[in-house]
C-alpha cells in the first residue's frame, strides 16, 4: 500500500501569513495527488487535483505543486476562513486511495 | 445543485449491522463512479469502498468481507452494508462522487463532491 505522510501535522499562523504544506509519498506517484479541505461538521472540498490543478470556484490564494513523491500545498496569504484540516489523497492506485494524516491549520 | 445526502446511521452494537444510503441530484448519477469514505472521531479521512459505473466493487482489507457497497440507479443511490460492526468502525461515513481529469496523456481521479455524512457509532 502506498502511505502519504504530510507535515506538520498542525501549523498556527496568522490571517495574511503564507502557508505551506507538505505530503510525502511512499512511491512516486507521478501527479496523482489530490488536496482537500475539511471543517468541523462540514462535507470536506476538493482544492487541488493532478497536483496542481485548481477545482473550479477554490481561490487562486491555494496552489499545489510537486510530483514523485514530494508535494506542497500553499496558501498564499491566509484568509479568516481558511483555518480547517486539510488532507493530500494519492490517486496513482485508484479506485484504492489513501489519505495524509491530515494538517490542522489554526489561529495564532 | 449538485447534492449527495447520507442516511441510516446510528447506534449498534458489536457484531450488528447497518445499511447507510446516499441519495444523489443534480447529475447524472449512472454516469459517475462512487465511493464510500469515513472519518473517526480525531483521525484522519481513511479510503472504504468504490462501486464503478458497470457495478465493479473495491475494498480495502480492513473492510474487505464484512462491507458490501451497491447501486441503483433507477433510484439515484448508493448504499453500504456493513456487517460484522467492530468499535473501530465507529465514524463518520461520506458518499463522495469520483471524477476524473483527462491531462498529458493520463486520466487523474479525485473526489469531487461529498456529502454532510451520516454517524455510525459501533457500542455495546
Known amino acids: 500500500d502506498i502511505q502519504m505522510t504530510q507535515s506538520p501535522s498542525s501549523l498556527s499562523a496568522s490571517v495574511g501569513d503564507r502557508v505551506t504544506i507538505t505530503c510525502r509519498a511512499s512511491q512516486s506517484i507521478s501527479s496523482y495527488l489530490n488536496w482537500y479541505q475539511h471543517k468541523p461538521g462540514t462535507a470536506p472540498k476538493l482544492l487541488i487535483y493532478?497536483?496542481?490543478s485548481l477545482q473550479s470556484g477554490v481561490p487562486s490564494r491555494f496552489s499545489g505543486s510537486g510530483s514523485g513523491t514530494d508535494f506542497t500545498l500553499t496558501i498564499s496569504s491566509l484568509q479568516p476562513e481558511d483555518f480547517a484540516a486539510y488532507y493530500c489523497?494519492?490517486?496513482?492506485?485508484?479506485?484504492?486511495?489513501?489519505f495524509g494524516q491530515g494538517t490542522k491549520l489554526e489561529i495564532k | 445543485e449538485v447534492q449527495l445526502v447520507e442516511s441510516g446511521g446510528g447506534l449498534v452494537q458489536p457484531g450488528g449491522s447497518l445499511r447507510l444510503s446516499c441519495a444523489a441530484s443534480?447529475?447524472?448519477?449512472?454516469?459517475?463512479?462512487m465511493h464510500w469514505v469515513r472519518q473517526s472521531t480525531g483521525k484522519g479521512l481513511e479510503w472504504v469502498s468504490t462501486i464503478g459505473i458497470a457495478g465493479d466493487t473495491y475494498y480495502p482489507g480492513s473492510v474487505k468481507g464484512r462491507f458490501t457497497i451497491s447501486r441503483e440507479n433507477a433510484k439515484n443511490s448508493l448504499y453500504l452494508q456493513m456487517n460484522s460492526l467492530r468499535a473501530g468502525d465507529t465514524a463518520m461515513y461520506y458518499c463522495?462522487?469520483?471524477?476524473?481529469?483527462?491531462?498529458?496523456?493520463?486520466?487523474?481521479?479525485?473526489?469531487?463532491?461529498w456529502g454532510k455524512g451520516t454517524t455510525v457509532t459501533v457500542s455495546s
Open positions: 443534480g447529475f447524472t448519477f449512472s454516469n459517475y463512479d
Open positions: 493532478a497536483a496542481s
Open positions: 489523497q494519492q490517486s496513482y492506485s485508484t479506485p484504492m486511495s489513501t
Open positions: 463522495v462522487r469520483r471524477a476524473h481529469y483527462y491531462g498529458s496523456g493520463s486520466y487523474y481521479y479525485y473526489m469531487d463532491v
